[in-house]
T-cell receptor, first 116, second 112 residues
């Protein structure tokens, strides 16, 4: 079965400190992995994607994520948080085959709060 | 340009009304999607269109009726909705179904 687990429902950091949002997945197939961000009352914006090329993926706004197959993880990091990073973050998995084609599997979301 | 547009931004409708949501993209994408998102939850897939054909219907009630008139446009027709249908409705598109999806800003629907 396919599933995505975001280990933290809430993460709070101070501005200028590192951000770590954790994501693990379970899959029978080779996945494509994404992180999306959603600001209040907005749509989802694609931060970055992993599609079986380099395991360290750089995204927009200084975010990056590392795909670790042995740990089935795809954690999102940023060296220095900014107030504008406060939002909901979703870890998302998709698979390139069969009945799963076209479906995104979402984690429950992590609410990031950034304190001044 | 990675923009998906949705209209209207907000919609309030009674349970006997008929209304439509519209989604448009001009990126040459051939897959389009409707999602429903309740507060503090991830989006839930409703429908997938691939090359203007409905390929996935996630057992959505018939009061929601999707339509894909051409490769750039996706509609969601609403009729006899219930208050529990109040949510943010998101449209997305991708080059094909196996590629990353780009989301629109959503329509905030309130059913009274």
């Amino acid at each position: 079965a396919q599933s995505v687990t975001q280990l933290d429902s809430h993460v709070s950091v101070s501005e200028g400190t590192p951000v770590l949002l954790r994501c693990n997945y379970s899959s029978s197939y080779s996945p494509s992995l994404f992180w999306y961000v959603q600001h209040p009352n907005k749509g989802l914006q694609l931060l970055l994607k992993y599609t079986s090329a380099a395991t360290l993926v750089k995204g927009i706004n200084g975010f990056e994520a590392e795909f670790k197959k042995s740990e089935t993880s795809f954690h999102l990091t940023k060296p220095s948080a900014h107030m504008s990073d406060a939002a909901e973050y979703f870890c998302v998995v998709s698979f390139d085959r069969g009945s799963t084609l076209g479906r995104l599997y979402f984690g429950r979301g992590t609410q990031l709060t950034v304190w001044p | 340009d990675t923009e998906v547009t949705q209209t209207p931004k907000h919609l309030v409708m009674g349970m006997t009304n008929k209304k439509s949501l519209k989604c448009e993209q001009h990126m040459g994408h051939r897959a389009m999607y409707w999602y429903k998102q309740k507060a503090k939850k991830p989006p839930e897939l409703m429908f997938v269109y691939s090359y203007e054909k409905l390929s996935i219907n996630e057992s959505v009630p018939s009061r929601f009726s999707p339509e894909c008139p051409n490769s750039s446009l996706l509609n969601l027709h609403l009729h006899a909705l219930q208050p529990e249908d109040s949510a943010l409705y998101l449209c997305a598109s991708s080059l094909q179904v196996r590629y990353e999806q780009y989301f629109g800003p959503g329509t905030r629907l309130t059913v009274t």
